[in-house]
């Protein structure tokens, strides 16, 4: 079945630079007071743009203006999501898709790390004893074809 | 459709038994908060409430609808947020979605409502009609009767649609059915106002996300709609509202002004009069929305919004001359707003008096 992202638009152009809808400015404003907060009382800051009314072009605009640095990371659960440092340290893109590659959540964390980065509790206590197991069963570590071998099962 | 008879308690137990990680999960409340209208600052408390969240049982009523509502819903595509959110609620009766059919299709009704007496969660969308019972049944059960005995168990009511929040097309002028909403027939029970003709995907199952996160229901508007959704108008939250501010209008569909992105207000916008969450939410998956694609908003999150008059009918501006109108310039935009919102509700009703329908002079609109 065709899907949506998969018909082409072609986006036109501004007329002229006057027809900004200037949702962007604000934004990179709020996210300059942010890292002057990180830098001086660590405190991490998140800016979900679902929730600014953006006209054409304004993500864009935002998304160019803050370009890319550094780090990039790819997550995969649940579709794959893109995390990504940019030119300014200490602003990171989180870009969440589903499995279909639609966008389920877009923020801008003005932070060390994204707390999504770091190993979770859960997940360390469920890798010590998956870890266990392997090494408990004679041929758990033994052959390529093991049937243990490879990565959790994700949804 | 979810097996009722599984053993999966927890919404955290039933993501981890599909394998998903706790980053996966955390990935899975960032989405939901965001669906949800809420700040980001809340994820944490909602992967604690998440985590624990049970199963609800929902019973999915349809009555004088045209399913579109039940489209909007269903249009993501597997395996979104919306699914597995919908994978863990019980959809134990939706007339549309359900295999069983006639009987069988009834007893599981009955079924559901006996197991979870006072705990499930009804869903309707379409209104009901009153002039005479036979316009609208189900397996011989008038909407009326079945509406009644349905909810007489339930925790709470949402009505999806602007048929079911506010009578919709069916009650529109001359109202031939004798359409009402739910919220005139339901008294005794929260009923939660989801409207929208249709409503956007993301509101519907963002109500749906609250009640399975926090267990209650969202702080709702005077008409009964949650605030976080429809607390502001599109007027409010348009990209386009400094057009408006300045005065700069498109007159026709291919003018300059409709080229160069100005307001639409001038060829019947109805952003001003209309809450609901399309200017930030926005449509298929955040593509775009109406005034976006370039058309006007139709106020389809109201009431009565298909006798508000044509649809390409600047109606708050008899002389089509909204600067000396509403004194513009001199005052502030949100002011502005609220003006322009309580003109156009006077003349609202008066079109709505006179029923106008929308002539190919209105398509052309240039005044
Ligand atoms: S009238 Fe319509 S197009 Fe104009 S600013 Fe308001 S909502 Fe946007
Ligand atoms: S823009 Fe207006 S008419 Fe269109 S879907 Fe949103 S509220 Fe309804």
């Known amino acids: 079945m065709q899907k949506l992202q998969d018909i082409d638009i072609r986006v036109e152009a501004p007329v002229d630079r006057l027809v900004q809808h200037g949702n962007a400015v604000p934004v990179l404003h709020e996210i300059l007071h942010a890292l002057r907060r990180l830098g001086e009382t660590e405190e991490s800051t998140t800016i979900d743009l679902r929730s600014i009314p953006f006209g054409p072009g304004d993500e864009e605009l935002l998304l160019d203006v803050l370009g890319r640095g550094e780090v990039a990371v790819k997550l995969e659960t649940l579709g794959v999501s893109e995390i990504y440092e940019t030119a300014f340290a200490g602003v990171w893109i989180v870009d969440h898709r589903n499995t279909e590659g639609e966008r389920i959540a877009l923020q801008i964390e003005i932070t060390r790390v994204p707390e999504i980065l770091f190993t979770q509790v859960a997940d360390l206590t469920d890798s010590i004893s998956r870890l266990e197991n392997r090494l408990r069963t004679p041929d758990g570590v033994a052959s390529l074809s093991n049937p243990m071998n490879g990565r959790r099962r994700d949804g | ?367």
């Open chain 2, 1 to 367: 459709m979810a097996d009722s008879n599984t053993e999966i308690k927890t919404l955290g137990e039933s993501l981890r038994q599909r394998g998903v990680s706790r980053r996966g999960f955390l990935k899975f409340c960032t989405a939901t908060a965001s669906m949800m209208a809420l700040p980001p600052a809340m994820v944490p408390a909602i992967a604690e409430a998440l985590e624990k969240a049970r199963r609800p049982s929902v019973i999915w009523l349809s009555f004088q609808e045209c399913t579109g509502c039940t489209e909007s819903l269903t249009r993501a595509h597997a395996p979104t947020i919306e699914n597995l959110i919908f994978d863990h609620i019980s959809l134990d009766y939706h007339h549309t979605l359900q295999a069983a059919s006639g009987e069988g299709a009834e007893a599981a009704r009955e079924a559901a409502i006996h197991e979870n007496f006072g705990k499930y969660l009804v869903v309707v969308d379409g209104s009901i009609p009153l002039k005479d019972p036979g316009f609208s049944t189900i397996a011989g059960i008038s909407n009326l009767d079945m509406l009644k005995e349905t909810v007489a168990g339930a925790a709470a009511v949402i009505a999806v649609g602007s048929c079911a929040a506010f009578g919709g097309l069916p009650h529109a002028n001359p109202n031939p059915t004798g359409a009402v909403s739910v919220s005139e027939i339901i008294k005794d029970k929260p009923v939660v106002n989801v409207s929208g003709c249709p409503p956007i995907p993301t509101v519907i199952s963002g109500v749906l996300a609250h009640f399975l996160t926090f267990g209650g229901l969202p702080e709702l508007d005077d008409l009964g709609r949650p605030k976080v959704f429809y607390g502001q108008s599109i007027h409010d939250r348009c990209y386009r509202r400094p057009f408006y501010d300045k005065g700069l209008f498109a007159e026709t569909f291919d003018d300059e002004g409709a080229r160069k992105g100005w307001c639409l207000y001038r060829m019947g916008c109805k952003g001003p009069m209309t809450y609901n969450a399309c200017a930030t939410t926005k449509w298929n998956q955040g593509t775009s929305w109406p005034v976006e694609s370039g058309h006007g908003c139709l106020g389809c999150s109201e009431p009565d919004f298909w006798d508000g008059g044509g649809f390409y009918n600047a109606i708050s501006i008899p002389d089509g001359d909204i600067a000396r109108n509403i004194g513009l310039g001199a005052v502030a935009g949100v002011a502005v707003g609220a003006a322009a919102g309580m003109l156009n509700r006077n003349a609202k009703a008066d079109a709505a008096a006179r029923h106008e329908t929308v002539t190919v002079d209105d398509l052309e609109k240039t005044s």
